[in-house]
């Protein structure tokens, strides 16, 4: 007897053009909500500048290969699981820090006070981390050359504005706190050994 749905089943078209719409249109909703999110200093144009690289070359990659290449059904399906994580990552930050004064990458300006409400209890860069989260979703469900170059360039890409963005902090007027932070959180993930440790010794109560 046949299996219900073999390994290499492919989405039909109908479900496969609906996934890559919602990819392809992810990307713009970064770049609208990021607009909305963030504060600008007016000088900082190389941090939109860059936002609408990435998030447009994300798009059309995503719209351009997902009208040519066919999407298997276990890879379509990892797609939308990691592309939800990625929404419900941002958008659990973007409330936290609405309306806290935080700038737009590559600009140099740090908010007014650290955040560790949400994911940011966890780590440091959560937004970056779900931007990377949905280029990865890209690349599972079309797994090409092509949709690997535009992942690993991305990641480097939100990388490297991380790494600006605590090089920033690491001089602000909190550059203490943020230091403390820095060894209690990771970057893009969070520290499960440290924090594994530090349930181990916690004396208990009661």
């Known amino acids: 007897?046949?299996?219900?749905?073999?390994?290499?089943?492919?989405?039909?078209?109908?479900?496969?053009?609906?996934?890559?719409?919602?990819?392809?249109?992810?990307?713009?909703?970064?770049?609208?909500?990021?607009?909305?999110?963030?504060?600008?200093?007016?000088?900082?144009?190389?941090?939109?500048?860059?936002?609408?690289?990435?998030?447009?070359?994300?798009?059309?990659?995503?719209?351009?290969?997902?009208?040519?290449?066919?999407?298997?059904?276990?890879?379509?399906?990892?797609?939308?699981?990691?592309?939800?994580?990625?929404?419900?990552?941002?958008e659990s930050a973007r409330h936290v820090i609405w309306g806290r004064g935080f700038y737009i990458a590559w600009s140099g300006d740090v908010p007014e006070q650290l955040c560790e409400r949400g994911p940011y209890a966890y780590i440091r860069h959560p937004i970056y981390a779900s931007y990377v989260l949905a280029f990865l979703a890209m690349l599972v469900a079309m797994p090409t050359l092509i949709t690997l170059a535009v992942f690993v360039f991305n990641a480097g890409l939100f990388t490297h504005a991380a790494l600006s963005d605590e090089r920033s902090l690491a001089s602000g007027a909190f550059a203490a706190d943020y230091a403390l932070y820095k060894k209690r959180t990771g970057m893009f993930l969070p520290r499960i050994v440290r924090r594994a440790a530090k349930i181990a010794t916690t004396p208990p109560t009661g």
């Open 1 to 90: 007897m046949e299996p219900f749905v073999s390994a290499g089943a492919v989405l039909p078209t109908v479900p496969r053009l609906i996934l890559v719409v919602v990819l392809g249109c992810s990307f713009a909703y970064f770049l609208g909500a990021g607009a909305r999110t963030f504060t600008s200093s007016g000088t900082d144009d190389a941090g939109a500048l860059w936002a609408q690289i990435s998030f447009g070359t994300g798009a059309l990659t995503t719209i351009w290969l997902g009208l040519l290449v066919p999407i298997r059904l276990y890879t379509g399906l990892a797609s939308i699981a990691i592309l939800v994580c990625s929404l419900a990552l941002y």
